[in-house]
């Protein structure tokens, strides 16, 4: 199974207390994250779910809506531009803003880069598993991708 690094450090730049604030200034504001973020943060957001969820989640909500969106800075800037038609209010949950370098490498040159190593018989990004792990890796993954 060829996999990316699964860490982001993007949604660690999350805290609960950009959510209380978000609260306290928009009562009726809705916040949702991405699963990624802490689990204190997904706890205290009223959505969690992947980034085709939160486009979706958005785009389906009644005009007028505010949210407060925990994920990648350019994802909530399309949202926010693509929504403030229907007169809704899309807003990247820290105030300090965090690019995903990782992100910005799922490109034609990056994957090019992966496919001419893999066809030199090199593999690189490759994280190993334990033995002992590996059937519960795979199961894991193998969930993953259905959802």
Not at 1 to 25: A, D, M, T, Y
Not at 123 to 147: G, H, K, P, Y
Request: hydrophobic share 40%.
């Amino acid at each position: 199974i060829i996999l990316w690094k699964g860490f982001c450090s993007v949604h660690q730049v999350f805290k609960p207390e950009q959510i209380e604030n978000f609260r306290r200034e928009v009562p009726n504001g809705k916040v949702i994250s991405h699963p990624e973020a802490s689990f204190e943060v997904c706890q205290m957001s009223d959505y969690v779910g992947s980034t085709e969820f939160i486009i979706n989640t958005i785009t389906d909500a009644e005009a007028g809506t505010q949210w407060l969106v925990g994920t990648e800075l350019n994802l909530v800037n399309r949202l926010h531009q693509n929504l403030a038609k229907d007169n809704k209010t899309v807003q990247f949950m820290s105030p300090m803003l965090c690019m995903c370098s990782t992100m910005f490498r799922i490109d034609p040159q990056h994957l090019a880069w992966v496919l001419e190593n893999l066809v030199e018989g090199q593999v690189v990004n490759q994280i190993s598993v334990a033995e002992d792990v590996t059937d519960n890796a795979r199961t894991a993954l193998q969930r993953m991708f259905e959802i």
